[in-house]
């Protein structure tokens, strides 16, 4: 099966080793599945309904990234 744009996107990054963090804010079942796909994990997938609780993803995702540096 042929990769839509995005989705070839997404594989190309992960392939380098490109870490992919995907928010979805309110998307539908069709958006949330590519987002969750393209994100390098299931974890690093974060299903967003409001505005309000993308502080504490940010900083969950500062609270990754710093850990990976940290390892590194």
Not at 31 to 52: F, G, P, R
Request: hydrophobic residues 40%.
């Amino acid at each position: 099966a042929k990769l839509a744009q995005p989705e070839k996107l997404c594989v190309n990054m992960k392939d380098k080793g490109i870490k992919i963090y995907a928010i979805g804010v309110g998307v539908s079942d069709h958006s949330k599945a590519i987002l969750q796909t393209c994100a390098t994990t299931v974890e690093n997938y974060y299903d967003v309904t409001n505005a309000s609780q993308l502080q504490s993803v940010f900083e969950h995702i500062a609270g990754d990234i710093a850990m990976m540096r940290i390892s590194n």
